[in-house]
């Protein structure tokens, strides 16, 4: 035993004599974890993020942010002769000419969509059980802000590619910059480098954003975030009666965690690689490259921007006009007005919350759904709105494939999405309503039986 | 529960108006004694006169005049089991071919006899280049068609893949631009661009799946299905096995 | 003497009390737990099989296989990673379930850095002076470290929202640069044209093409010649987003079948061609811009002006006339 401490004794003070780190990793490989699932949606997170980082570098050493025109003669015979831009080359270069590159594109895309998908995950998680309540509110703001800014990051990414899909995409994004009221026209020119398509340099605006601005971002605030969580120690489900807001039973982070959560990494990163190798994601050969005259039915952004498309679409036709002074263009109000608001929401919901219970006090233990009937509402409430607008978006696949009527469904979403979420509201609330009074009649009655029987002993 | 039972009563009501079941097919009673041109003219008066007109002069409000529309027409139409159209306010839609194949013929050569229509083409697909068709496909098709002729919507019609269309059928649809479809001459595009045309659309149904599982070559929305209904799933479910650390009595 | 001297430390090398190798067994930081051999075994085959799949990885990469192969591979190889890992997390880690305090408010620390800061402001009498001057000097400046960023566009100058090429005389020219002659525009279809001469690259570029039955025609006022021979040009790019209206829906039939509309593809919005481009579903604001044409002596089709409104998606300006016509 003294022989396996000498192996390990060597390299830590080595380590611990030049840097100090021997107390702050005595600490920190005994910290501890809640035990429940739930709390594992951020890892995914954060690995997605680890494989995008990975995946991402290998992609800028073989990918031209450049504009200039080229003729294609690659191995892809349908676009063989076709004029298109450098990025778009470079990007069919990778996906056909660079071995193994197909893979690491998919897989960083993979990467991409799953990143979002579990952030969404971990915010209801956190949101459904309190954890954004005091002291962790700055850790909660750090995490929506991430969130938006995966989103931006994921758009900028496919949007570099200048095939015919994402370009489309970017001259939305661009009706949308113009839509802002007052300062939009100024602030598009400034964005692409005059009016639309702009100056050859918004693609390396673009790129330098993708690949160093936005991860370092990124990296920044995730380092920030974890640090925050750390601090403040996990919440944690009440199961026992020793987990209280000032104690807090969890496993420590070495041994019990570190294999379990090192497992996940490298199943995450499999799952991602898994798809990425056989799952075809933005075939961008089948698009072909994008000229501002052409446009191609069926364009949809990636998911994670799919709700800003069905406000878009749901709006009716009209500018508001003052005069011959246009105030509020119509994408205004699903392009802007629409992800503003539920950006203000969420970042705002810890203290409308404090502001509307008059909560102020510390929580480190987490509720259940049911123990917050109103937030619970409102949440599923809010999120239901969300949702049917990003539905609405798809409507013209449910017309190809359920042949619904088009318009006759535009019409039902432009009420549905207000009609709905008000009805999920009183229902949500009213179920979580429901299932505490039906434990506190249980708790009752078992409380009544137990001294019932002490009683007639 | 009432938000559900609401949501699908709304949906019924912009659901499709339940398609008038097709009309039953009327056919002559002595049919396998008559000329091909005698049956033609039968069958016609029997399943299309309703609409068209006894000449194919066509009927107002119910049917198009059917003089210029050539064998080419009819033989879209009848081929790709357009027609016979239930109601005249339908939507054309592909469906099973009702006529056999010597009435179907029948039919093609009689109406071509009721004017000065285009024939049948003759569409030879390997004269044509897929990249040619890929640019000609993205510039006059790609916008309803979807680019890998998936289909899609013009308000508020369906636009159909064209998956099952065959090369034949692409010149014939070109040519005559059928329901809502534009119409292109060959002066619009040229039998040497149709050719192209027919065979990227032929590339289209099985084009190059390099990156593996295609998922419909539409984009973005069947690959946020796959995030969410595999991806997700997958990864909620390791967290589930990995989660429990302590076992609990 | 040496000798002795060697003797003496012999015997109190051996003479003196050796302390024992293990004193009262020092209490553990992390509980022991029971051995699980078959683990072990599992965890060790998984990563062997883990070794050979990255391997095959490697194997793969060398004789150039398909993108599936790969990600199989390699997805293979982490995957049984994964779960050696989560194995021996489940069997080969001691279960440890553990309590600890949550942190605790420090109001000494809190109360002492406040008063760090309030006490060395002892030498200051003037703090509200002092306090404007460095708001206002700490805004001045960081304006002034933004103010370059007004470089990354025109941002003084919307001239160039309202360019566009078409000039009266300038000709029509289809995708291929040939000249379009209005003999060569047929009804039920339509056309994508360009400026002849002058970049396609921007949006007021494109020019979608449509004919119809001049008696058709229903134009705002002042349009009346704009349509020679019922030959229709418009702004291929949508007034609500941008994205080019690629889509014609040309009814054969039309007591049954829905009007004729230019669509785009992005949120469908449709616009009306006879009555000079009004926008008849869809979120689009503005009507699409039409263009004058006029057929030249040779037939060919050549712009008669320029367009009705600004094209492209609305803007604060759009509907006003561009600058140098005020």
């Known amino acids: 035993m003294v022989r396996r401490q000498a192996a390990t004794a060597e390299p ?54 450049s504009l200039a025109d080229t003729v294609y003669t690659g191995v892809y015979g349908p676009l063989q002769g076709r004029t298109m831009s450098e990025a778009y080359r470079s990007a069919l270069d990778i996906s056909f000419e660079v071995d193994a590159g197909l893979l690491m594109r998919q897989t960083h895309h993979w990467a991409a969509d799953v990143f979002v998908a579990a952030i969404v995950l971990h915010l209801l998680r956190i949101f459904f059980t309190g954890a954004f309540r005091k002291p962790r509110e700055l850790t909660y703001l750090i995490g929506v802000v991430m969130l938006f800014a995966a989103l931006l990051e994921g758009y900028l990414g496919y949007s570099m590619v200048d095939d015919l899909l994402s370009g489309m995409g970017l001259a939305i994004g661009n009706g949308v910059a113009l839509s802002v009221p007052v300062i939009g026209g100024d602030l598009a020119l400034l964005l692409w480098g005059g009016a639309y398509p702009g100056d050859p340099t918004f693609e390396s605006r673009m790129y330098i954003a993708h690949v160093l601005l936005f991860p370092a971002l990124l990296a920044t605030l995730i380092g920030l975030h974890l640090a925050l969580v ?18 807090l039973v969890g496993v420590p982070t070495f041994p019990g965690q570190a294999p379990r959560s090192l497992g996940l990494m490298f199943a995450v990163a499999a799952v991602l690689f898994a798809l990425g190798g056989l799952v075809q994601i933005n075939p961008i050969w089948l698009w072909g490259p994008y000229e501002l005259a052409l446009s191609t039915n069926g364009a949809q952004p990636d998911w994670y921007l799919g709700w800003l498309i069905g406000g878009l679409r749901l709006m009716p036709g009209f500018d508001v006009t003052i005069g011959g002074y246009t105030l509020i263009p119509n994408p205004f109000w699903g392009g802007v007005l629409f992800p503003a608001i539920v950006m203000v929401v969420l970042l705002g919901f810890p203290w409308i919350e404090r502001r509307l219970t008059g909560d102020r006090s510390i929580h480190n233990v987490l509720d259940r759904p049911r123990d917050a009937p109103a937030r619970t509402g409102f949440g599923l409430a809010f999120l239901s709105w969300v949702f049917l607008i990003f539905v609405a978006g798809s409507a013209d696949r449910a017309t190809v494939f359920l042949g619904l009527d088009y318009a006759g469904q535009i019409a039902f979403y432009r009420v549905a999405v207000w009609v709905v979420p008000a009805l999920v509201f009183f229902i949500a609330r009213a179920a979580c309503r429901a299932l505490q009074r039906a434990e506190e009649l249980e708790r009752e009655q078992h409380a009544a039986e137990t001294e019932g029987r002490l009683v007639g002993r | 529960m009432r938000a559900l039972l609401a949501a699908v009563l709304l949906l019924l009501v912009v659901a499709p108006p339940a398609a008038a079941d097709p009309p039953p097919i009327v056919r002559p009673a002595n049919a396998g004694g008559l000329s091909p041109r005698e049956l033609g003219a039968q069958l016609f008066a029997g399943n299309c006169a309703r609409c068209h007109g006894s000449n194919g002069e066509g009927m107002a409000g119910m049917g198009p005049p059917l003089q210029d529309a050539g064998a080419l027409a009819a033989d879209f139409y009848l081929r790709t089991g357009y027609m016979p159209l239930g109601e005249p306010q339908e939507q054309p839609e592909r469906s099973r071919v009702r006529f056999r194949e010597p009435e179907v013929r029948a039919l093609v050569d009689y109406v071509a006899t009721l004017g000065d229509g285009p024939p049948v083409p003759d569409v030879d697909p390997e004269a044509g280049s897929v990249s040619q068709g890929l640019e000609q496909f993205t510039e006059h098709c790609a916008g309803c068609h979807q680019v890998v002729a998936e289909g899609g919507v013009v308000t508020s019609v369906r636009v159909p893949p064209l998956d099952r269309a065959t090369p034949v059928q692409i010149a014939e649809a070109v040519r005559t631009g059928p329901y809502v479809m534009p119409k292109f001459s060959e002066s619009d595009i040229s039998d040497e661009e149709l050719a192209s045309i027919i065979a990227y659309v032929r590339y289209a149904k099985a084009p190059d799946d390099a990156g593996g599982w295609g998922i419909g070559h539409l984009g973005p929305f069947p690959e946020g299905m796959v995030t969410w209904l595999i991806a997700a799933v997958l990864l909620v479910a390791v967290c589930v096995v990995i989660g429990k650390r302590v076992s609990r009595p | 003497m040496r000798l002795r001297g060697w003797m003496i430390a012999l015997l109190v090398l051996l003479g003196r009390r050796r302390r024992p190798r293990h004193d009262e067994p020092e209490e553990r930081i992390v509980a022991a737990g029971p051995p699980s051999p078959r683990a072990e075994l599992a965890v060790a085959a998984l990563l062997v099989l883990a070794a050979l799949a990255a391997a095959l990885f490697v194997v793969l990469y060398a004789i150039e296989a398909s993108t599936q192969a790969l990600g199989g591979a390699l997805a293979g190889a982490l995957g049984l990673v994964a779960a050696a890992l989560i194995v021996a997390g489940k069997h080969l880690v001691v279960e440890e379930e553990l309590p600890a305090a949550y942190p605790e408010p420090h109001p000494e620390d809190q109360a002492a850095v406040g008063r760090i800061v309030g006490e060395s402001g002892s030498r200051i009498t003037r703090k509200r002076l002092l306090g404007a001057a460095a708001g206002t000097a700490g805004c001045a400046l960081g304006a002034a470290l933004v103010t370059p960023a007004l470089s990354l566009g025109p941002v003084f100058d919307p001239s160039s929202l309202y360019r566009a090429p078409w000039r009266r005389g300038r000709r029509l020219v289809d995708t291929a640069g040939e000249p379009l002659l209005a003999d060569g525009i047929a009804t039920e279809t339509f056309y994508t044209a360009f400026p002849e001469g002058a970049s396609r690259d921007e949006l007021g570029a494109p020019l979608v093409l449509v004919r119809v039955d001049p008696s058709e025609l229903r134009l705002p006022p002042g349009r009346e010649d704009w349509a020679p021979e019922g030959i229709l040009a418009f702004s291929k790019i949508c007034t609500h987003a941008g994205c080019a209206v690629s889509l014609y829906r040309t009814p054969k039939f039309e007591p049954v079948q829905p009007r004729p509309a230019l669509v785009c593809p992005c949120h469908y919005s449709a616009f009306e061609p006879v009555t000079g481009g009004q926008v008849i579903f869809g979120p689009a604001g503005r009507p699409l811009p039409q263009l004058p044409l006029m057929i030249g ?17 609305s803007w604060s300006g759009v509907r006003k006339p561009p600058p140098e016509r005020r």
């Open chain 1, 230 to 247: 750390a601090s403040r120690h996990h919440t944690q489900f009440r199961r026992l009666r020793a987990q209280t807001d000032r104690r």
């Open chain 3, 297 to 313: 002596a040779g037939r060919e089709l050549v712009a008669a002006g320029r367009y009705s409104g600004a094209v492209g998606p």
């Open chain 1, 12 to 65: 830590i003070r080595f380590i611990d004599e030049r840097t100090g780190a021997a107390p702050f990793a005595r600490r920190m490989l005994r910290y501890l974890f809640p035990d429940h699932w739930s709390f594992l949606l951020g890892e995914v997170a954060l690995y997605a993020f680890v494989v995008l980082v990975g995946t991402g570098i290998y992609l800028t050493l073989f990918f031209e942010p």
